[in-house]
């Protein structure tokens, strides 16, 4: 007798959570939306959240609001956002390449591919072969035979070790037979003083790093298989048929698991929107950035893509 | 001169003006709370200058930087609480001079010494912008190693009465700061599998308490002892007021700050509270009362108070030009340039010229409207704080402690570090240990690491690197000196301690 009511009294709680999910789906939103950046606020993933919280006006009929959470690689954010009540109310924005690369690196319960929803990328970041405007190497070909010549000589910089850009130039490296020694710096305006100031013979940075200091930098290559749709002046490796290993950054927006499909759906269509104004490519724009959508599930599939990609090259990392 | 004509345009406009004043109040408030910072102030800003004209935006955040720095020394003589992390120097000689019933004159003199210092760091903006960034491109791993190690110097003159304890505090120091990522492996170390611990002991935290916390225990202790505490003393009209021939012997330590703290704004990074603290050393190590140091001298004021303000204007340069953030404020400003479309980069002085100046002419407003709100409103301040009788004040400092160690991060973890910092803190106090030496040490334990290792793999393990670079070698020189300048000063106080006692 007792049992049967509290099964009865259970099944009827589920049922009341069931519509309350529902209904609470269908009237989302009804408060401003928090957007953890796992960064520092004036980094590039900082930038594409505070683009798309200006950008969301009229669209989402309530503010976007960034957090910044640094640390640890950007697991420290990650690591709130996992926790997160899963009401479409917490979301967070973050370089995939480098979440991907510190999930593979770190010591850390978080899956990059399992332990959040995909909303949607709204951008991308590509890593790029740089060297200082007064540096003798002409070509990509120029650096491959430099380093061919006398081994280990050269010294590249970058912003840390196991961040996508480091990883990327390892796969330079590695693909082409060749040895530098790195020297990491802290974040890509370090770096990319340094490569200004000679303090190392090439770099792997971020190809936007390039906007404004066209004087002072020459990027040689962007890493990937065509050019990036902003800095179209950078040939690819691809294009120069020059090996190298497909890691970028996909900008991408995660909710908490077991956030209602509904929600995710609905904010994937904002961001789609949002993603198209005019508004955010121009606010992109002076960043060297710009706009690069694509679906959750697409954006699931790159990442999956890259993390295979990646192994080899963490496993040369972590060994 | 482009600066002129930027002031002019900058007085003549009413929305501006009034911007700066806004900004000068909202930044003396939040540096002078303890657990707001100028750049969470800024932070939390940041959106509403999305809708403002990219000068009103820039301008407002600018001035806010600038007179938080100034403010942080507010909380610090009154509560010795830092209310910056730049400010925490500012407590050695502030608060036992508000103690001793003279808050107000300590606070005049920050005033007039963060004015002084801020003054001269845009000056030197203004005038050596192009220049200062020259440097700052100069200056690789082993320059920079080189200049922490002139810097590390300045622990020799914190030391009190014992050199071991001394070195002890600064080795304590350099070990706290291990704990984290490792600057160049980015592997983990010292964290015990705590992934809380992995992003390293934070200086806000640390710094709150091992002098906030530690002092409120001390307190306590002292009351346990002590029943029917007296209260502090009294403010007089002499305490608050301060005369033309008391700041005189303050102007050379707040000149001599000024430069330092320019100097150290030329490097990305390195920031207001090294400044200070490295000005507060080599003050001490100057003066002509050092044994007053630290006891409540008004000169232990002035040094790291004008330091700590003339970082702001020269670490405008590297960011300007060259796209390096020296501190978040920095960083959050770079982030509103590029908000409002402006390319920051070498170009800028090209393409915004005008923008630029003016926002160097806001900020020296800006100095001058934090200045005469603090001169004259800070005696008012200081009255009214110190009517509050201790056994309030105390649990109210204790309060804002715990609020200040959480909202730097907004981090429970960073409240557990004050927290274990603050016994850290009351036990050293107890034994004699050197606070001062310990946080100093801690802070530019970090960078000389990085930029040590960083240098190595520049040059294949070789130190060589060290020497075959001039700048570097010059700076390694200057420490060297310094050290062995201290040590024979150490070696002939004893020969003459020695001497005196085989007289008796």
């Known amino acids: 007798m007792k049992r049967r009511t509290l099964i009865s009294a259970a099944l009827a709680g589920i049922a009341l959570a069931a519509t309350a999910t529902a209904s609470f789906a269908a009237d989302w939103p009804k408060r401003p939306i928090n957007l953890v950046v796992p960064y520092k606020a004036g980094g590039g993933t900082d930038a594409y959240a505070r683009a798309i919280s200006a950008a969301a006006d009229g669209i989402l009929d309530v503010p976007v609001v960034v957090v910044n959470k640094p640390g640890s690689g950007g697991l420290n954010g990650a690591n709130s956002v996992v926790g997160a009540r899963p009401d479409g109310y917490t979301m967070m924005m973050t370089s995939g390449g480098s979440f991907l690369l510190s999930t593979m690196t770190r010591d850390t319960d978080i899956d990059a591919l399992d332990s959040f929803e995909f909303v949607a990328q709204v951008g991308q970041l590509q890593t790029s072969l740089m060297v200082s405007k007064s540096s003798p190497f002409q070509s990509v070909q120029d650096v491959i035979d430099a380093a061919k010549a006398d081994p280990g000589s050269l010294r590249w910089a970058h912003s840390g070790r196991g961040g996508f850009h480091h990883v990327g130039g390892l796969g330079f490296l590695a693909n082409n037979g060749i040895e530098a020694q790195d020297v990491p710096f802290k974040g890509g305006g370090p770096t990319r003083a340094a490569l200004i100031g000679e303090q190392a013979d090439f770099g792997f940075l971020g190809v936007q790093q390039l906007a404004g200091f066209e004087d002072q930098l020459r990027a040689l290559a962007v890493n990937g298989q065509e050019r990036d749709g902003i800095m179209t002046d950078v040939p690819a490796f691809g294009e120069l048929g020059i090996p190298f290993a497909a890691v970028s950054s996909p900008v991408i927006v995660f909710a908490p698991k077991g956030t209602p499909a509904e929600v995710v759906a609905a904010m994937e269509a904002a961001l789609a929107q949002i993603s198209a104004k005019p508004e955010f490519a121009e606010l992109l724009a002076s960043r060297g950035t710009g706009p690069v959508y694509q679906n959750g599930a697409d954006a699931k599939a790159t990442l999956s893509a890259m993390k295979e990609d990646a192994a080899p090259l963490v496993e040369s990392l972590t060994n | 001169m482009e600066i002129f004509p930027a002031l002019l345009s900058v007085i003549t406009d009413p929305m501006l003006l009034f911007a700066i004043v806004l900004a000068a109040t909202v930044g003396m408030i939040v540096g002078a709370t303890p657990g707001l910072t100028a750049s969470a102030a800024i932070a939390m800003l940041l959106p509403i200058t999305f809708y403002m004209s990219p000068l009103f935006a820039l301008a407002f955040l600018y001035v806010i930087g600038k007179s938080g720095r100034y403010g942080g020394s507010i909380a610090a003589i009154l509560f010795n609480t830092p209310g910056t992390a730049a400010s925490a120097a500012t407590q050695i000689d502030g608060y036992p001079l508000a103690r001793a019933g003279k808050a107000g004159k300590a606070m005049k003199v920050a005033t007039i010494s963060s004015v002084i210092g801020d003054l001269m760091g845009d000056v030197l903006l203004v005038v050596g912008v192009g220049f200062i960034a020259a440097i700052a491109l100069k200056l690789g791993p082993p320059e920079t190693f080189a200049i922490y190690f002139a810097a590390f110097v300045v622990i020799g003159s914190v030391i009190g009465e014992s050199i071991v304890k001394g070195l002890a505090s600064a080795l304590l120091g350099i070990l706290v700061a291990m704990v984290g990522l490792d600057p160049i492996s980015s592997e983990e170390r010292y964290t015990f599998g705590s992934f809380d611990l992995s992003n390293g002991i934070g200086l806000v935290p640390l710094m709150i308490g091992v002098f906030v916390l530690g002092e409120v225990f001390a307190q306590l202790e002292e009351r346990r002892k002590a029943t029917g505490e007296t209260k502090e ?42 400044a200070a603290f490295i000005s507060y050393g080599e003050g001490k190590r100057r003066a002509k009362n050092p044994e007053q140091w630290g006891k409540g001298a008004l000169e232990g004021v002035a040094a790291p108070e004008a330091a700590n303000n003339a970082v702001s204007g020269p670490s405008m340069a590297p960011l300007l030009t060259l796209g390096i953030p020296g501190s978040t404020i920095g960083a959050i400003l770079l982030g509103v340039f590029l908000i409002h479309g402006i390319q920051v980069g070498p170009t800028l002085f090209l393409t915004d010229k005008e923008l630029v100046y003016k926002l160097f002419a806001c900020g020296m407003l800006g100095i001058l409207v934090y200045g005469l709100i603090g001169y004259f409103g800070a005696t008012q301040v200081a009255r009214l704080i110190l009517k509050i009788p201790t056994n309030v004040l105390y649990p109210l400092i ?41 946080v100093i040490s801690f802070v530019l334990a970090k960078g000389a690491e990085e930029t040590f290792r960083q240098s190595l793999l520049m040059s294949d393990g070789g130190a060589l690197i060290f020497v075959e670079r001039p700048i570097a070698l010059a700076f390694l020189i200057l420490g060297a000196g310094a050290i062995a300048f201290r040590i024979r000063g150490i070696l002939k106080e004893r020969k003459l301690a020695q001497g005196g006692l085989g007289d008796a």
């Open chain 2, 233 to 274: 003393n009294e403010s007089s009209a002499d305490g608050n007021d301060l005369t033309w021939e008391e700041y005189k012997p303050c102007l050379p330590h707040a000149f001599r700050g000024g430069f330092i703290g320019a100097g150290i704004g030329v490097l990305p990074g390195l920031g207001s509270a090294i």
């Open chain 2, 398 to 438: 204790f309060m804002t402690a715990f609020v200040a160690a959480y909202s730097a991060r907004g981090s429970m973890f960073d409240v557990t570090v004050m927290t274990f910092a603050g016994f850290v803190g009351w036990l050293m106090r107890k034994h004699d240990f050197n606070i001062a030496a310990f």
